[in-house]
């Protein structure tokens, strides 16, 4: 069986469970002090020394992440965000659809972070790279540890 067979029934039910109200505890609007930005400005933000955080579920992440962003979904995020370091460095978050990148960038300012920004969907940044296992070490979900 290849890869692609054994990942895809994962692949749908995480992009299912994206799309659903339900993958995110409530639904808040981001506040006007979190500032939405384009792929272009948010790597710029990163290239200068923001925190990049990839928000989505751990499996997620080790299917597609950007490289060099933190992987603390948005579930723990209220009791991960110290790992964050000092509240006046800038954050810029990233999902799969931008819904629960705007609730993590609302949990953020509520944490105390000064200088939170939405980058939105993973694709909007910029894509991130597909993570494939090597051929001589599959793993259970075909992703690589």
């Known amino acids: 069986m290849t890869t692609l067979c054994r990942v895809a029934p994962y692949?749908?039910?995480?992009?299912?469970?994206?799309?659903s109200?339900?993958?995110v505890p409530e639904a808040h609007e981001a506040?006007?002090?979190?500032?939405?930005?384009?792929?272009r400005r948010a790597r710029?933000?990163?290239?200068?020394?923001?925190?990049?955080?990839?928000?989505?579920?751990?499996l997620e992440y080790?299917?597609?992440?950007v490289d060099g962003a933190r992987n603390i979904?948005?579930?723990?995020?209220?009791?991960?965000?110290?790992?964050?370091?000092?509240p006046e460095t800038p954050i810029v978050v990233y999902c799969l659809s931008?819904?629960?990148s705007a609730e993590a960038a609302r949990i953020l300012e509520d944490a105390g972070f000064e200088r939170v920004?939405?980058?939105g969907s993973i694709f909007a940044y910029g894509g991130g790279r597909h993570v494939r296992p090597p051929p001589d070490r599959p793993t259970r979900w075909g992703v690589t540890d």
């Open 62 to 65: 080790l299917v597609r992440h």
């Open 117 to 119: 920004y939405d980058a």
């Open 73 to 86: 979904p948005v579930a723990e995020l209220p009791r991960r965000a110290d790992e964050l370091g000092d």
């Open 44 to 58: 710029a933000l990163v290239d200068r020394g923001a925190v990049l955080v990839d928000v989505r579920s751990r």
């Open 31 to 39: 506040s006007d002090a979190v500032e939405r930005v384009s792929g």
């Open 11 to 19: 692949v749908s039910f995480l992009l299912a469970s994206a799309c």
């Open 98 to 100: 931008g819904h629960r």
């Open 21 to 23: 109200h339900a993958a």
